[in-house]
């Protein structure tokens, strides 16, 4: 058997008693984790805009659009051969079979500073009843901002990550066969001004609105930079001076970008997701003793086949009626008494100790917060 070590004496143990709350302080005073200010901020006015277009998707194996159900798809058609020289008559073009086209809705995202000649990536969706979009080809298409102007013109092959096959009246699909991007499809036409060098000063647009986390920044550019250079106009947007040489700003805007500021708490929130049943919580959610009592209620209606047979020589007919039988059945709910639980570990023991479905937690979630027994914000997505 291991002999045991003999206890310190009392005057080794004296010494080494200021050590260790040196050590315990060192440990309480340690910094919160430091986060960059581009990781919380953003420039404001440095923007993407949306970008939307109306086109047509060519080479398809027969999956197209049915016209007969889709009119647009042949005047798309017919006014794009009228562009491209061939005209035809309304008799004509009302005789169009285009099983190999389809019609498609393009969006893409202009980033910010974008110059003519630059390609972006974009998404192409059918709005028809075309079958697949995979293999097409997707004709020159105009892309328009918001103000109708044209900032892109998009062509090019489509990447569908999807796969399926028919036959015999069953059908197996994987992914998504009508929505489809084009990697770099669209070419930029016209450049977006940027306001990024009017005026004396740029400002600072938090990603979270937090009053906290915007003196913060504020302080941590006036250490560097001197007093009075950023000041916190609210909780979401820092004003910082910057010099006027476009040059020069693009320099400072990186440096600012650069300064460490210590994270602050984030406010207690817990996120459901009313149609998958979700629930997040975050760590600052916290709970009070309170006592949840919840019950199954189940309606079982089954339905049986009921034959009604005429007597013979009645001329009557057998008619097949059905009868239902309604069960209702309730689980009695016993009452369980949850802790006070001070951390996100101890919640989620307590939660989880109620034994309920995802589905039946948001109800209970919502009437605990009710009951004020629960200490954070519930948002519903």
Same mark, same amino acid.
């Given at each position: 058997?291991?002999?045991? %070590? ?6 080794? #143990? %004296? ?12 440990? =309480?005073?340690? /910094? ?23 086109? *047509? ?15 647009? =798809? =042949? ?26 086209? #389809? ?24 709005? @028809? ?8 080809? *997707? ?22 990550? @999807?796969? @399926? ?5 069953? $059908? ?6 009508? +929505? ?14 940027? /306001? ?11 990603? !979270?609105?937090?009053?906290?986390? &915007?003196?913060?920044?504020?302080? !941590? ?10 000041? #916190? ?26 300064? +460490?500021?210590?994270?602050?708490? /984030?406010?207690? $929130?817990?996120?459901?997701? +009313? %149609?998958? @049943?979700s629930v997040v919580l975050n760590q600052a959610v916290t709970l009070g003793a309170c006592a949840v009592a919840h019950g199954n209620l189940a309606i079982t209606i089954s339905s049986t086949p009921v034959i009604s ?13 059905? $009868? ?19 951390? *996100? ?7 989880? +100790? ?8 948001? &109800? ?10 629960l200490n954070a914000e519930l948002e519903v997505i």
């Amino acid at each position: 058997m291991k002999a045991l %070590r003999p206890p310190l004496p009392w005057h080794t #143990a %004296r010494q080494l008693a200021p050590l260790v709350a040196l050590f315990a302080a060192l440990c =309480t005073a340690l /910094p919160a984790q430091a986060v960059r200010i581009k990781e919380v901020a953003a420039v404001q006015g440095v923007r993407s805009n949306q970008l939307t277009g109306y086109g *047509l998707v060519v080479g398809l194996d027969g999956t197209g659009d049915q016209t007969t159900q889709m009119p647009f =798809t =042949t005047q798309a058609m017919s006014n794009y051969l009228q562009q491209m020289g061939i005209s035809l008559s309304d008799a004509n073009a009302s005789r169009l079979q285009l099983k190999n086209v #389809a019609t498609v809705i393009i969006t893409a995202q202009l980033p910010a500073f974008a110059q003519p000649g630059q390609f972006i990536d974009i998404s192409v969706s059918s709005m @028809g009843n075309a079958k697949s979009l995979k293999g097409g080809t *997707l004709i020159a298409t105009p892309l328009r901002g918001a103000d109708g102007e044209i900032y892109a013109l998009a062509q090019g092959n489509m990447v569908v990550s @999807g796969a @399926g096959a028919a036959a015999g009246g069953s $059908k197996v699909q994987i992914n998504h066969l009508s +929505a489809g991007r084009i990697p770099q499809g669209a070419q930029v036409e016209r450049a977006v001004p940027t /306001p990024l060098n009017d005026g004396s000063s740029i400002t600072l647009g938090l990603n !979270a609105s937090d009053f906290q986390t &915007a003196r913060r920044v504020a302080q !941590a550019i006036n250490a560097r930079l001197g007093p009075n250079q950023a000041i #916190a106009l609210d909780g979401r947007t820092v004003q910082v001076q910057a010099p006027s040489s476009p040059g020069a700003r693009v320099n400072f805007i990186a440096e600012l970008e650069e300064l +460490a500021i210590e994270t602050t708490a /984030p406010a207690a $929130k817990v996120v459901i997701n +009313a %149609r998958t @049943g979700s629930v997040v919580l975050n760590q600052a959610v916290t709970l009070g003793a309170c006592a949840v009592a919840h019950g199954n209620l189940a309606i079982t209606i089954s339905s049986t086949p009921v034959i009604s047979q005429p007597n013979p020589l009645s001329r009557g007919e057998t008619v097949v009626r059905e $009868k239902a039988d309604i069960q209702i059945t309730q689980e009695p709910g016993n009452l369980i008494q949850v802790p006070s639980s001070p951390q *996100l570990t101890d919640v989620v023991r307590a939660l989880n +100790a109620l034994g309920v479905t995802p589905q039946d937690l948001l &109800a209970i979630l919502q009437a605990i917060k009710a009951a004020g027994a629960l200490n954070a914000e519930l948002e519903v997505i």
